[in-house]
């Protein structure tokens, strides 16, 4: 048992530095591209098991308790359209933007007839022309852009998409506190990264198991939302965390 303990902590360990030389060594245009690749290569995404489940408990609680009951919605980052088609269902207009070629190519065909739906394939932090009276960040897409100032410079243009006071429904992983190997990790990465220019690497960040996420500890995304100008209607941890915001009056 002591044996097959070490062998996995040693294992943990040089996968947190692999992880961590990722993220030190390539530029967030290479993790975009890893976390691109992930998406377009996966059937669970893609197929329709997944896209007309419809919403989920708490985004039907979220969208139904903030909502207005009509109206233009941008869905960013949609994939292949379960968020998309649900809103049109109950009898929204729907702009739904993916950067991923397939899925957006699946999102085309699953709204194809949906008039009131338009899509387009655009990158994950792309606002488009407005006013929307609501907004859904795909499910868990927060967590993919990396880097806060690039997260904040997106929730900042749209911002001026969005009606004055209009909410917005952001999903994302979290943790309720980061550990020491995620902060050995990210300064490690730092250490490769910052010397050559590019930005700090955050704790939380991690290229494991797949695909770039960050995990946030509870605070963390209002924190970015609030420096952005938006202001906190809610903020759940469970069953999956997510938080309501409303774009500036």
């Known amino acids: 048992m002591a044996a097959r303990y070490g062998l996995t902590r040693t294992l943990e360990i040089v996968e947190r530095g692999v992880d961590a030389l990722t993220l030190g060594l390539f530029s967030d245009a290479w993790i975009d591209a890893l976390t691109a690749r992930f998406y377009s290569r996966s059937s669970h995404y893609l197929g329709d098991e997944h896209n007309l489940r419809g919403l989920l408990d708490w985004e039907a609680a979220a969208i139904e308790g903030h909502f207005p009951p009509r109206g233009r919605v941008l869905v960013t980052s949609a994939g292949a359209g379960r968020e998309a088609l649900a809103l049109v269902a109950r009898g929204y207009e729907v702009v739904a933007t993916e950067c991923v070629p397939a899925l957006r190519a699946r999102l085309g065909e699953n709204l194809a007839g949906a008039p009131s739906a338009t ?42 998409e969005l009606a004055p006071g209009a909410p917005v429904l952001i999903s994302y992983l979290g943790v309720p506190q980061h550990g020491g190997g995620a902060r050995a990790a990210a300064a490690l990465a730092s250490a490769l990264r910052v010397p050559f220019g590019g930005r700090r690497i955050e704790v939380g960040e991690t290229t494991l198991p797949a695909c770039f996420h960050r995990y946030y500890m509870p605070g963390e995304v209002a924190a970015e939302t609030r420096a952005a100008g938006y202001r906190v209607v809610l903020e759940a941890q469970y069953p999956y965390h997510h938080i309501v915001v409303r774009a500036p009056e």
């Open 119 to 160: 899509v387009l394939l655009a990158p994950p932090d792309f606002a488009p022309r407005g006013p929307f009276a609501a907004c859904v960040l795909g499910w868990s897409a927060y967590t993919h852009l990396a880097g806060r100032a690039r997260r904040e410079a997106f929730l900042a243009r749209l911002a001026r």
